[in-house]
């Protein structure tokens, strides 16, 4: 049996089938990707995956795109801990707030992250090396993506509504944990990892907003998520690659 | 066992959970919500549903909304046809469509059609009706959407994308179906059932690019899970209150 995952930092997409397959102790060959040096548009990964998605998971020849899919991929095709509730209403509990991630929480805080980010990291490089990796992404999405990025094209008024609506995920999310100590629940799920991906660095980032008085359920459940051996191991493959540069 | 489902006409998200239930043979209650009347931000409605959404299926008093998850919950909770490919690979395959149908075509298609149905429909009524109507919607998401449609604010670019972006997906889907009987692969399943609800009113409402000649496996496809008997028998629950008005 073969497992090979290609993936980038352990955080949004990448972190969640890496703490799927850790937390269910499938052994699995990591292949780091650099987002930030353009290898996702390179022909060999393009290969693997011709969308440059990140991350791809491989299992004995079947490619695996889609990081939420991927996961309960994961959860089905392993042994191991059960990632998903054991009754249909708790897994459509569980569904509904990986969608909730990746609809309504990923687009803004994705928004957010690139302009404070990667937009700046881009800049710092040169017009030429630019130009020739915008040239080799496959889609016209990822283009328009990242040249809004690189060219800063992030109006303010749609960076204020996705701090809003991220503030307003936040809400919703701490009210949940409030109510039941997992987000589908009683049990550990992934939903607890897709919206862990995503929601971890809030209080830093969004420390205004997301912070122990505001949200403490939700604070209190990042450190259980983020305690779990599991998680501890994912988060050590970070190579620390996102850092804001001072403007 | 109770079985409640709350929809308005069987095509889009109305049509997954009634066609899921009906394939599984599924005894259920069918509640007709009048969206172009408002229905779904009166009272009664947004008590079972606060975000006003339709549709919403009821199991036993466990409330189930979001039409993807909902009939993945119906395969999972019922006895009947399986509705999901036995493997992992065959399951995650499925769930790849349904989110390409979520993702990137539902969006584009509900651009389109709201443009071209909802929109002149709505701007027969009084302005009255309309702000009354405006003010009963719960969450500013669907306000903006509904007052974009009112005031007819869809940029004429905006619409081509969206025709484009159709039309690139009905050649995707083709290519697909031009390889594998169904969706998935060698299985009728749920990316099927999700596709065919956004799909089937593909070849009247874009026949110039979507046609026996440019897309022959996605026409027979629509007409293979179109002459299905559940397939038939969900879509006699139309009420055809989505017409063209004659500019």
């Not at 009754?87 to 957010?112: I, N, Q, T």
């Not at 990796?133 to 008024?157: C, H, Q, S, V, Y």
């Amino acid at each position: 049996m073969a497992v090979d995952l290609y993936h980038f930092e352990p955080n949004a997409n990448g972190g969640k089938p890496l703490i799927a397959l850790i937390e269910k102790g499938v052994a699995f060959t990591s292949h780091w990707v650099d987002l930030l040096n353009w290898e996702q548009h390179q022909p060999a990964y393009l290969a693997i995956n011709p969308k440059g998605q990140v991350p791809t998971l491989v299992h004995d020849g079947a490619i695996i795109t889609e990081s939420t899919p991927m996961c309960e991929y994961i959860d089905e095709a392993f042994e191991g801990l059960p990632l998903r509730p054991a009754d249909a209403a708790g897994r459509a509990r569980m569904r509904r707030w990986c969608r909730y991630a990746d609809e309504f929480l990923g687009p803004s805080l994705s928004m957010v992250a690139w302009s404070r980010f990667i937009g700046p990291m881009m800049r710092q490089r040169s017009r030429e090396e630019l130009d020739r990796a915008l040239a080799a992404i496959p889609t016209k999405e990822r283009i328009k993506a990242w040249t809004k990025t690189i060219e800063n094209d992030f109006p303010p008024e749609e960076l204020a509504e996705s701090q809003r609506r991220i503030a307003f995920a936040a809400g919703r999310i701490d009210a949940q944990l409030g109510q039941t100590p997992w987000l589908a629940g009683e049990t550990y799920s992934l939903a607890d990892i897709i919206v862990f991906n995503m929601a971890a660095g809030l209080p830093s980032f969004m420390a205004e907003r997301i912070n122990a008085q505001a949200t403490p359920h939700l604070l209190a459940w990042i450190e259980r998520v983020g305690s779990r051996p599991a998680v501890r191991e994912a988060l050590a493959y970070s190579r620390n690659s996102l850092r804001p540069i001072a403007k």
